[in-house]
Each structure stands twice: as C-alpha cells, then as structure tokens.
C-alpha cells in the first residue's frame, strides 16, 4: 500500500511568511510524529500525536510551531514568521502503536 | 534518556560483512534497542530491534552483548545501496509514543 506522503517536498519562504507542511500518514495508523533534521545531523523529535490528540509537544522549538491532526489523519505542520534558523528538513512518520515508525520523504523548507 | 555512542563512520567494501557498534552503557532493563537506517535524500527506515537476544531478519543481524551494554548490527554482504546513516536508539515505555531520539548515528560508506 502507500507509503508516508508528504507535501511539498520543497518549499522557499522569505523570512517572515508562513508555511504549512501537509503530511499524510499510511491509513490506520494511530501515531503520528514531526521531526526537524537540520543539514548534517539527526532528526529531532517535535511533537506526537495519538489519532487527533496532541500528546506531546515538548520538541516544538517556539510558539511560531504549531502542529493539527483534527481528524486523525492528515497532519499539518504550521509554521509562523519564518527565520533563518527554521531552515531543514521536516520529517513525518506514522505508525501503529508501540511499534516502529514509517517516515515520509520529508519537506525541505528553505527560508531566504 | 538512556545515551547512545556511535562512532562517526565506517567504511566498508561491497559483499563483504560489515558489523556497526555502538555502545550503551547506561542502558535500563525495559530500554529496547533499535536500529533505524536514512539513505540519502530519504526519511529514515526502520532496520531492526531488540531486547536482550540477538535478533535477525531479512534486512540484517543484531547481536546485543550479555549485559547489554553494547550491541552491534551486522550487515551480512554489504551492497552500495548500503551507504547510509545507521542510528542506533533506545526506546523505553516513557517515550512518548515511542518517540524517536536519533542522536548523530554511524556515516557507512560502501566501496565496490
């Protein structure tokens, strides 16, 4: 079946525009997980979801991040007032619970 | 959260076994032990897990030490579709949702 989508895969902001990442998961998967991986390193974790409640959001780096999955799918990654700093890559996965995780290609975000 | 260490990179030469270590020595008897890998320009993919016993499947071997401090993954003939990150990460029932921390990972270049 179909794989972690993820939309777009690229993106260029201008320093101080918003963005959404749109990240579609494998059908039936009940967790849902943000990572932002920076040129060079790992993924760092951002937030987690269990269908459409947020239960963790520690990994969000300020409060311009914002993460939704209101109905327990689809997720979107807002970001507010893009700065340089924000540019990475963002990762998407999903999985049944307790069990491990199946990513998305990710989302290049470029901010100029 | 228990640490991992894993050295920088490792080279290899294709068809050959290749063995990716990485220690763990504060680890806790409920943290399980998995191995995601990430090609380049991909999300990262899930390799292998386990818990005390060595474990196989069809993607790879992992041999975690008696007392669990260490653990390796085996790659049983290296092919260069191989070369990528290896992240070894321990997960215990307080991540949330099993939430991943990749930490900097082992760079595997594979040479034909």
Not at chain 1, 78 to 86: C, H, L, N, P, S
Not at chain 2, 72 to 96: G, M, P, Q
Request: net charge neutral; proline share 6%; glycine share 8%.
């Amino acid at each position: 079946g179909a794989g972690v989508s993820q939309s777009p895969r690229y993106k260029v902001a201008k320093r101080g525009q918003d963005v959404a990442l749109r990240c579609d998961p494998i059908s039936g998967h009940v967790s849902l997980f943000w990572y932002q991986q920076a040129l060079g390193q790992g993924p760092e974790f951002l937030t987690y979801f269990q269908n459409e409640a947020q239960l963790d959001k520690s990994g969000l780096p300020s409060d311009r991040f914002f993460a939704e999955r209101p109905e327990g799918s689809v997720s979107t990654l807002k970001i507010q007032r893009t700065q340089q700093e924000d540019s990475a890559v963002y990762l998407c996965a999903s999985s049944p619970p307790r069990v491990e995780q199946y990513f998305g290609p990710g989302t290049r975000l470029t901010v100029t | 959260d228990a640490k991992t260490t894993q050295p920088n990179s490792m080279e290899s030469n294709e068809e050959e076994p290749v063995h990716l270590p990485c220690n763990h020595s504060t680890i806790s008897g409920t943290d399980y032990i998995h191995w995601y890998r990430q090609l380049p320009s991909q999300g990262p993919e899930y390799v292998i897990h386990g818990l005390t016993s060595n474990v196989n499947n069809r993607m790879a071997s992992l041999a975690i030490a008696e007392d669990r401090k260490s653990s390796t993954l085996i790659l049983h003939r290296a092919t260069l579709r191989d070369a990528a990150v290896y992240y070894c990460i321990l997960i215990s029932n307080s991540n949330s949702g099993y939430a991943l921390n990749f930490g900097k990972g082992t760079s595997l270049l594979v040479t034909p």
